[in-house]
Each structure stands twice: as structure tokens, then as C-alpha cells.
């Protein structure tokens, strides 16, 4: 994918200089000696994070020679046809002995287009390509002074930008909108006339601007910031079409992955059918066979419920009364399936039926406790009373559960309590509410 | 031919196909949609059938819980003898908990009430063996309802409660063919 999407700066980028070979790919730049051996080990090092596909050969402006050349043509097909005849007339020699490129300039006039036209001996490239050829590179080759142009800020019209980089500076001088490449001299006086801009190592030596954002170098930076902008280089030995061309290429692969990536969720939604239909008929299957060999046993599970809710718990109506009642001889204590409890019995005090009325609807166990009736006992401080209650089903007993909750955490073991210690526990609670007095006692005879 | 030429030709391919892949896109589409549409009834009968399944492992677990908790597996039940084995099983676990049986009357249940008989019987005993002898009837394994318990003190007997139970022995297959109705 990064092949396919990828920025200015992941192209590979040489440039030549008299003292040095700068080899840059997105952050890293290398400095080498102009020598085979370093530029093929360097190359070998940065080309493998280099996910552009264009290598750029920036060139010094030795031997460059730039022209403005009208062409009476229609199309692009007419200027590549009629281009050669005229480089043939406006350079001292032919056409096919120059590695030559070319840009369109604004200001043409009907049919005719005005180009600039950079040429240079198809010798000066030779000892580039040779040394290229060697790590089995094909650059585009590029003239280092006309990239650095792309670093002057718009608005700009005549300007001199100047490279210090050599033992002679390059200077590049813009009239009219056609640029024109020298060499000149350390501390020429060509360098005080109009804006000049300045790069390379002795550029604070120029009473003059520093070109923005030249980094790793001027040509390099310059070239970059043309890639971002769309804009064709002046490449030798290609047309601006060609490189145009190349460009809308790489452009229309976005569009091109776009629509074959929403092509491509289209046919899963269609296919995701076909694909998992096999899939969910065998799940089907297998749920069928488990199904098959579970037994059916709805009507015994809930024969057994209707077992287990439809009777209170008696043991814990037992247990709830006995640790209620204090002082208490106990008649007669009956309860129904219902949860009706009824309770007849004798206690000390006319307080003894009401407290004890008050702890059994505190146990939550119980509602609607009532005494039915109360009636004391000539000569003796005692009542006999008539107690009756409902008793509440399991859920509606937060209170009765929470204290149940208390008391087993209180005797609570590692293995469930069982028959015998539960009922022990009631009988004991039973028991243990007020010894002497809960204890049942016989009726007396003739009562 | 000239470049206004191409682009023309350019231009004609490109709405060519892009109405050629919207005519056949279609098509494909709709085919596509019927399947899936199929594909979603298939996955939805796979939810359902899931989730019955899962439901039946559920009943299967509580079946297994309960039957455990109250000794009871309904299916083995037999209405012929299924009285005389709940009564006999209750007056051997009144007599292992020292229980003194008084007199025991059974009496048919009522058909409308899923009931089989029910049994009224009197015991005298400590206190800890009435309430043993409730909790074990629970779990004799054997569809006993306890309908009501009483207890009053035994004559003569200091420390020893009469306890009168009411049970209930619920007939099965009368539940099996309500709930088949």
C-alpha cells in the first residue's frame, strides 16, 4: 500500500555537487565523497525505505543552457514533433547530441506556445549515468538550480538566488519569467543587484536572504516542495506531459483503490451468504443432534417446583416463634399450608402477648399478627392469650433473611447443614428462649 | 487523432463502463440480496434453535438440582402403590426419630387439587424429633405436601410435644395429563 500512496519526500533523491553527493529519502540524508564505491553503498542503505517509485538526479548547472522557444503547435503530440527542429535551430548543436527538457512558460498566443527549453551535452550526463548505471539506478535528471527556484516565496517576480555550496557559486538570475544559470566568482558584483537569495555552505557570507526551508539542501528542499504542489519538474530527456502523466497515474491509484475497495465490501455483503451458509446449515445440524439427546423435561421440572414453593417453611416459622416468645407455656401451636398460624398459650404480664407480637412481625417472618383474643387469670398476674399470624412467602422476607443470613455466617462450615442439625437448631432455639417457661407443658386436666 | 479526439474517446470509455458495472452491479445485487435474505432466515432459525437448546441444558440442570434436593425423580412414580410406599416411608422415619405413632387415617384427595390421598396422622415425641421428622418428610423421596402441622403439649408426658400432620401425596399422572391438555 505505502507503494501505492506515497509522499515527495519517499522519493530518492541524489544531488552532485564539485565537493559532494547529498543522497536523501524522507528524513535521511547522506553526505558522500563523489566516488562509486560511496554513492553505491549509501544508495544501498536509503533505497530500501524509498517507497516512491522516481529517482531524482539533481545536476549542477555546468553546461546548462536555457532558451525561450516558440513552437506554432495545437497539441502536445505537435510541440514533441516541432521542439527538436527548433532546438536544432536556437543551440550551436543538434538536437539529438542533447539531453534536453522542457515547460510550457505563460503568454503564449493563439497556436503558439512559448517553452523554455534547458539543454545540456548528452557527454556532461554520461559520468552520472555511468556511476548510477552501476548501482542499477534510472534517475530523472534534474538541474539543481532550477529546482531551488521552487523555494522562493510567491509574489517574487525578478529575483537572483545563489548557491555557495562549490569552490564557484552557481547563480541562477530570473528576468521576465526566464531564468538564466551561470557560474560566477566568490563575492561577485553580480550578487548586489535585486533580491538575492542565498544558499550552501557560504551563504551568511552574501549580504543576502537565506532561501526558507533549505534543507537537506536547496535543490533537494526545492524539488520536494515542487513534488507536493503537483508541479512537473524540468526533467532532461522527458516531457512535462510524460512526467504529468506519471503523476495523474499515481493520483488515479487513489481513486482506483477507492472503487475497487468499495467494489470489494459490495461483493462481501453479497458473498458473506454464500461464504457462511454452509456454516450455519451445519450448526443447524449439530444443534439438532444435542437437541435430540437432551431429555424433555419441562412437566417434572415444574411438578417439582409446585413441590418445593407450595408449602412454607415450617421449621422457620417454628424457629421464629420459639425465639420470640419469652415466658411463654404454649397451648397449642398449629400452621396451615396456607401460612396461617395460630397460637394459644399462657405468659406472665399483660405486656407478655403484645411484646411478643412485636418480635414475631420483626423476624419479617410473619404479617397480620393478631391477638384474638386476651384474657387474664384471676390471682395470678398471668394471661392466656389467642395469637393468630400469616406467614410470609420466601420473597417477601428481606428481613427475615437478612437475620437468617447473620445467624448462619454465625455457625457457618464447609458442608450444609443437615436435617437433623437444622431442626436440632429450632428445637434448641426452641428450648433456649427462656428454659423453664417455653417448655411445653401438659394441659391440665379439665381445661 | 488529436488530444481532443482521446480525451473524447477517454471520457465515452469511462461512462461506458461505469454503466455497464451500475447495470451488472445490480443485478449481481439483487441476486445477491435473496440470498441473503435466505441466509438470514437460516441464521435466525440457528438463533432460535440455540437458544431452546440452552433453555432444555437449563431445565436438564435445575431437573438435576431439585430431583437431588428433594430425593425425587417424578418419572419413576406409580400411582398403584405410590400411598402404601409414602405412608410406610413416613411412618419408618417417625419411628427412626423415636416418634410415638398414635392413630394414622388416610382418605382419597381431591381429583380437582392434583391429589392423590391424603394422610392425617398423630405422633408424641421430644420436641428436636417432631421437627427432625418435618424436614425428613421433605426428602423421602416420595411427593409429599405437608398441608398442616400442630403441636400441643402430650399428656402426661413432661418435655414431649403430640404433633398432628396433615400431608398431601400429589398424584403425578394427573398433573402429566392436565399440562398435556
Redesign the interface.
Known sequence: MSAIFHRAEDHLFIEFTDAAVFIACGDRVLEVQPNEGAIRNAVALLRPSATGEEIFCLIPAKGVSIRKIAVPA????DVERLLPMQIDTHFPISADELAWGYAELPGGVGTMKELMVAAVRKETLKPYQSLLAETGLQPRFVIAALARRALIPAGVGSCTIVDTSGSRWEMLQETGGLPSVRLIDPGSPLLKEGAVYASGRDAAKVSATLLPGATPTAAIAGLRAMLRRGEAPLALGMSPQGFAAKQATTQWRWAATAVGLAILA?AL??????I??RH??S??KE??A??AN???????????????T??PS??DA?LSVATSAQGIK????????RGELSLRGQMQGAQGPSQMRSKLLESGYFSLVTIDEQTPVPNQQQVNFRLTALLRSQPERPVASSVAGEKQKAVRTNSPPS??N???G???A??AAQPPQV?????APGK | MTDRDKRTLRIGAIIAVVYLLCFFGFKVMKRGSGGAETYEQLAARARRLESEVRAQENQALLFEKLSGELKLDPRKLTNATLVADASAAIQRAAQQGAIQLGPVRESPGREKGRELSTIQLEGTGAPAATLTLLHKIRALGYPILIDSVQFSPAQNRPGQVKVNLTLIILNYEQWKADSDA
Do not use: W
Open positions: 495545437r497539441s502536445n503530440a459490495l455483503r453479497v458473498a458473506e451468504p454464500g457462511r451458509q450455519v446449515n450448526r443447524i444443534l439438532k444435542h437437541q437432551l431429555p424433555k423435561l419441562e412437566r417434572e421440572v415444574s411438578f417439582l417446583q409446585y413441590l418445593k407450595n408449602q415450617y421449621l417454628v404454649l397451648d397449642n401451636l398449629s400452621i396451615s399450608r436435617a437433623t437444622m431442626a436440632g429450632a428445637a434448641s426452641m428450648a417448655s411445653v407443658q401438659p394441659e
